[in-house]
């Protein structure tokens, strides 16, 4: 191989490794201090990089902060659309993308704080990006109702206006659990919110 070229890979896979352990360091000092009264002191100080450091990957706090809400939206994201094709019945595509979104939060607990607390009321940016980050998800139930109605196993309903109130339903139940620690397993709210959610859309569920 060129060792021209291998020095600019290793260069690339060093700031890279770089980039990551500040992010995983401001996570840390987002989760003991908050957004607001965090500094990039602290995260260079946490991820044992300097100032100029940080600022060379990051420009702001902002950026690292909006890095860090695009990692758990495509987490969940990904995971979900990876269960819902995992999953061969129709209908229970749904039930297999809430249990895995909750098992996602509930073993992210710090990210999902950032996710649903400590982004709220923080800026018009972040109030753009999480716009942006819930669309993306009711889009997907969207999706997946409008599926079902195609095939004939639910009635025609308005699916994104369906896919908007899954979405904050299954937020608040995060977010609670974020705030208040109920319930103590996160995955114990499953089967409450899978039969609510079933039942919204006229579906039986696993006790009718």
């Given at each position: 191989?060129?060792?021209p070229l291998t ?117 018009r940016e972040f ?82």
């Amino acid at each position: 191989m060129d060792e021209p070229l291998t020095r600019s890979r290793a260069r690339l896979e060093k700031s890279q490794l770089r980039a990551e352990r500040i992010l995983e360091a401001a996570l840390e000092v987002f989760a003991q201090k908050g957004y607001r009264d965090a500094a990039i002191d602290d995260i260079a100080i946490a991820s044992q990089t300097s100032k100029g450091g940080v600022y060379f990957h990051f420009p702001n706090k902002q950026a690292i902060f909006l890095r860090l809400l695009d990692q758990m939206a495509h987490l969940l994201l990904s995971r979900a659309e990876q269960a819902m094709a995992a999953e061969p019945d129709p209908l229970r595509k749904g039930d297999a993308a809430l249990l895995t979104m909750l098992r996602t939060f509930a073993g992210h607990r710090r990210l999902t704080r950032l996710f649903l607390v400590e982004a709220l009321g923080a800026g018009r940016e972040f109030n753009l990006k999480m716009q942006e980050i819930h669309a993306a998800f009711a889009g997907l139930i969207s999706r997946y109702l409008d599926e079902l109605v195609a095939a004939g196993l639910i009635a025609p309903l308005d699916t994104q206006i369906a896919g908007m109130a899954w979405f904050g339903g299954i937020n608040e139940v995060v977010r609670r659990w974020v705030l208040t620690g109920q319930p103590e397993h996160l995955e114990d709210a499953y089967p409450a919110l899978r039969d609510l959610l079933r039942r919204s859309i006229g579906q039986p569920t696993d006790h009718a």
